[in-house]
Nanobody, 121 residues
Framework: QVQLVESGGGLVQAGGSLRLSCAAS????????MGWYRQAPGKQRELVAT???????NYADSVKDRFTISWGDAKKTVYLQMNSLKPEDTANYYC???????????????WGQGTQVTVSV
């Protein structure tokens, strides 16, 4: 089954930390980029951070120096370490992968179900 499974969301006080994880299923044969997006109520989904298979990272300005994206050793897991969290970081966080599966000859974007992050004042 082609899927991305997220974990690690929750409720934290401002200034605290959380670590999100996203595991890609074995149905993916090649992952080009994995990353995180978020969507707050009434707002559009926005990029948080991405990392390419070559190691290039990209961060939203609002999270630079606070969030760190990394890949697991198996290269099918991506992590987002979130430090110094602020109430404005509250959102549903979605894992994204631009990848190819064993069943296709081209890459597509895939999304996880999302994990809620709530930062209280």
């Amino acid at each position: 089954q082609v899927q991305l499974v997220e974990s690690g969301g929750g409720l934290v006080q401002a200034g605290g930390s959380l670590r999100l994880s996203c595991a890609a299923s074995e149905s993916f044969s090649r992952i080009n980029t994995m990353g995180w997006y978020r969507q707050a109520p009434g707002k559009q989904r926005e990029l948080v951070a991405t990392r390419s298979s070559g190691g290039t990272t990209n961060y939203a300005d609002s999270v630079k120096d606070r969030f760190t994206i990394s890949w697991g050793d198996a290269k099918k897991t991506v992590y987002l370490q979130m430090n110094s969290l602020k109430p404005e970081d509250t959102a549903n966080y979605y894992c994204n992968a631009n990848a190819r599966t064993w069943y296709s000859s081209y890459s597509s974007d895939y999304w996880g179900q999302g994990t809620q992050v709530t930062v209280s004042v």
